[in-house]
């Protein structure tokens, strides 16, 4: 059993930057991909961005340029380092893990809540 706790949400300006922290517990983060995700109030959860074991990212449009997934396995944490923040970056943030590496997200985080004021 993975669990995840989100930490690092906020309210800033727009503009603003912020790090969100996603540490892991249970099985072996190494080996996990990690995502990123973010539900807006009265929408979808959407894709954010996800780091693999080896390091490899990949980005939503939305973000790209200006989010950054990295993780530390010695601390079994992922982060996701969000600069330029917009209005429509408001929302609930969550992480997930893919345990078999395959983008199939068994396990999520209960999010932190992230809001930009314009």
């Known amino acids: 059993q993975v669990q995840l706790v989100e930490s690092g949400g906020g309210y800033v300006q727009a503009g603003a930057s912020l790090r969100l922290s996603c540490v892991a517990s249970?099985?072996?983060?190494?080996?996990?991909?990690m995502g990123w995700f973010r539900q807006a109030p009265g929408k979808e959860r959407e894709f954010v961005g996800t780091i693999a074991w080896s390091g490899g990212t990949y980005y939503a449009d939305s973000v790209k340029g200006r989010f950054t997934i990295s993780r530390d396995n010695a601390k079994n944490t992922v982060y996701l380092q969000m600069t330029s923040l917009k209005p429509e970056d408001t929302a609930v943030y969550y992480c997930?893990?893919?345990?078999?590496?395959?983008?199939?997200?068994?396990?999520w985080g209960q999010g932190t809540q992230v809001t930009v004021s314009s």
């Open positions: 997930a893990s893919s345990p078999a590496g395959n983008y199939n997200y068994d396990y």
């Open positions: 249970g099985g072996t983060f190494s080996t996990y991909t």
